[in-house]
């Protein structure tokens, strides 16, 4: 019934793969909660930057506060709640990244507790690696609550059941012919990646040397190569810059960054070997918006995994999803 996107980028994006008949509204923090339609579940996702052990990291560095002192991004979690005050949801669904509980040693997550407490829910939350649904190590925190006590617990959340976990080749271009070309990520009659995604030799030895010099001072900084059967580091915003989290090894040739659509698939919003998704933003969007968002698979386990207590309240047609709300860190929103 709603959906809130400051950032035209994404909304474009959204707007090309959803159709869209209610409002999408921009900047939350300056929407009045009576603006927004009532609805049963409110799904939310505030910046994770602050939060994020790079980000706390980085600030840190550049004497820059985070967490909630951090004005600008840190403080959209108290927009969240003040929605959740105003409208009542049956049920809200928070993301954010694994640090978030620890943050300035928990203070910042008890803080959280307190106000979702403060405000009648009751709630659990569980950190789950997407690992077991993608081909990439993603620990994310979801913060599952519900405006009744129906007992809600993640004890009995379910990964799923499989022999083997996810690889990185299960998402990667065949270059065989199999695909069809889709310029310009593949090119030719056998759809071979562009070489615009191989790294020049200047880029290749710069990260090189960079990461031989923080080995070299004890510091934990280096590339990410991975080859068929790895399994990726975490996808971040930063990707666009020289994809140094998430190289494909590549025989003869200098690593590579994965493409945009590789991206979707590892994200789970195009299944392996899929191209449905519409990407209509340039790669360097596309890479923000990727690593941003969350893993598909992963909430729409946790997602089903919720049903399960509603269903006990209401019935599935008479639930008003807002899947919207999606703050996530400029993140692709779906529903």
Sequence with gaps: VFTSEWDK????????????????????????ARDIPSHDILVAGFPCQPFSIAGVSKKNALGKPHGFADKTQGTLFFDVARIIEYHRPKAILLE????????????????????????????????????????????????????EDCGFSFDRFDLP???????????????????EQEPPYTIGPLAKISDRYT???????????????????????????????DVARTLSAR??????????????KNPRRLTPRECSRLMGFDSPNGNSFVIPVSDTQAYRQFGNAVVVPVVRAVARY??????????SDQLRFDFGMLMTEKAVHYG
């Design 199 to 229: 790294l020049s030799d200047h880029l290749w030895q710069y990260l090189q040397q960079y990461a031989e010099k923080h080995r070299a001072r004890g510091n934990g900084f280096g590339f990410g190569l991975v080859g068929p059967h």
């Design 96 to 147: 954010n990244v694994k640090n978030l509980e620890r943050h300035d040693k928990g203070k910042t997550f008890g803080i959280i507790r307190e106000t979702l407490g403060e405000l009648g829910y009751f709630f659990d939350w569980k950190i789950i690696d997407a690992g077991y649904w993608v081909p990439q190590h993603r620990e994310r925190i979801f913060i599952a609550g519900f405006r």
């Design 9 to 32: 980028y994404s909304r474009q994006t959204y707007l090309a793969n959803f159709e869209c008949d209610h409002e999408i509204g921009g900047d939350i923090t300056k929407i009045d």
């Design 239 to 252: 990707y666009y810059k020289d994809g140094s989290e998430i190289l494909v090894k590549q025989d003869g």
């Design 306 to 315: 919720m049903l399960e207590y509603l269903m006990d309240e209401v019935s």
């Design 161 to 179: 059941a499989c022999n083997e976990r996810p690889v990185i080749e299960n998402i990667l271009h065949s270059e065989n012919g199999i695909e």
